[in-house]
């Protein structure tokens, strides 16, 4: 129960006949779902067993953090040195989260010594661990989530699990995030491309992550390469920008107005971001609680003083957003609508201080320079 693995309702029906044992019914359920065992095996001198399993929506795993909702078949061939296990299984439902903290464990300096039963044969104890050779292959299905340390989204894809000769375990295939958000710089971004490629080792994948600010006019994130182990953060546009540009487009969501005006809203959000680490920053739990997206104060200069702007904002759909903007040295804010037709397309109105109904295009040219 503690690893979530929590199996009911047996029904178990095996003929024995001479050396030979057939299964005539093995079935037990998990969640909702069920598994089924069937095949044959010779218990003589030279054992032998081949079976199939059967899971039809079986939950495997039914942690908090831990949970998996498998269909699919596998065939078992055992004998006296080797394992084998073949098959095609999908993954019907599921949930990873690393957020949550692993089960308490002992330290590293303590050794368990489990008593050895003195009728046991020494022969058997010491008997070698069979060969095991796995060919399996798994589809992520449309259900399976990955939660914590700032990421939130759906991961789909095709894996192939294979071991070699030597009992090596390795993977081949790639899985894709899909409806997916990134937590970084104090932003929640929209996950524009994000792909895991296994070519080898299971812990770790090739990374092509590319994060973007939504609802913006421009194209700026962040961007991951590299491998799991060794992965590579940077800050990344289309087109490229100076890193300054960058950085204000994705805290603050507008150009760089020069430092002195930025710098504060700049401190407040990297301090945030800093503070958070790899869990939920104080502020973003604030804002989710009371149904807020987008939060930022910046300052701007009017004639010879500076006066300090408060913008709250929440993103009703992928398309929509509303926001309201005040200055706390004026006595009326800001409503603003906005509507996102297409890539470069917006149309914006705004009521209160100011009434305005725009339409906006955005084009953005970036020159090549000529060859020489």
């Given amino acids: 129960m503690l690893e979530g693995v929590h199996l009911r309702e047996g029904d178990i029906d095996i003929r024995l006949q001479g050396a030979s044992a057939q299964i005539e019914r093995f079935n037990f359920k998990g969640g909702a779902g069920s598994a089924r065992l069937t095949g044959s095996a010779s218990l003589g001198a030279d054992p032998k067993a081949q079976l199939k399993l059967a899971l039809d929506q079986f939950q495997a795993l039914g942690r908090i953090d831990r949970r998996l909702v498998a269909s699919g ?11 084998k296990v073949t098959g095609d299984v999908r993954v019907d439902e599921g949930l990873i989260d690393v957020s949550q903290a692993s089960a308490a464990q002992l330290p590293d300096d303590v050794t368990v010594l489990a008593p050895q039963i003195a009728d046991t044969p020494r022969s058997a104890v010491n008997s070698p661990r069979r060969k095991m050779g796995l060919a399996l292959k798994v589809e992520l299905g449309d259900k399976l989530r990955l939660k914590g340390r700032g990421i939130d989204t759906l991961l789909r894809g095709d894996l192939k699990l294979v071991t070699s000769a030597a009992g ?56 991951v390469t590299g491998s799991a182990l060794n992965p590579r953060i940077r800050l990344a546009s289309e087109p490229d920008m100076p890193e300054t540009t960058k950085l204000s487009w994705l805290m603050l969501g507008r150009e760089p107005d020069g430092l002195g005006q930025a710098e504060t ?51 009703l759909s992928q398309r929509w957003w509303v926001g309201y903007e005040r200055s706390i040295n004026s006595t009326t804010g800001t409503w603003q609508l906005i509507y996102r037709a297409a890539q470069r397309f917006t149309l914006r109105a705004q ?22």
């Fill in 265 to 315: 809203a700049l401190l407040q959000r990297a301090a945030i971001a800093l503070w958070a680490g790899e869990g939920e920053a104080p502020t973003d739990a604030m804002l989710s609680a009371i149904g807020i997206t987008d939060f930022s104060v910046r300052q701007t200069d009017t004639g010879e003083a500076r006066d300090t702007v408060v913008a709250l904002g929440k993103q």
């Fill in 73 to 83: 078949e596998a065939h078992i061939e055992l004998d006296r040195e080797t394992a």
């Fill in 168 to 223: 090596v375990l390795s993977v081949a295939g790639a899985v894709r995030a899909e409806q997916g958000t990134y937590a970084a710089y104090g932003q929640k971004l929209k996950i524009e491309r994000g792909v895991l490629r296994f070519v080898g080792p299971v812990d770790d994948p090739r990374l092509d992550v590319f994060a973007v600010r939504p609802n913006i006019d421009v194209v700026v994130g962040v961007a």
């Fill in 351 to 372: 009521s209160g201080q100011d009434q305005a109904l725009d339409l906006i295009w955005t084009w953005r040219w970036n020159p090549t320079p000529a060859k020489k």
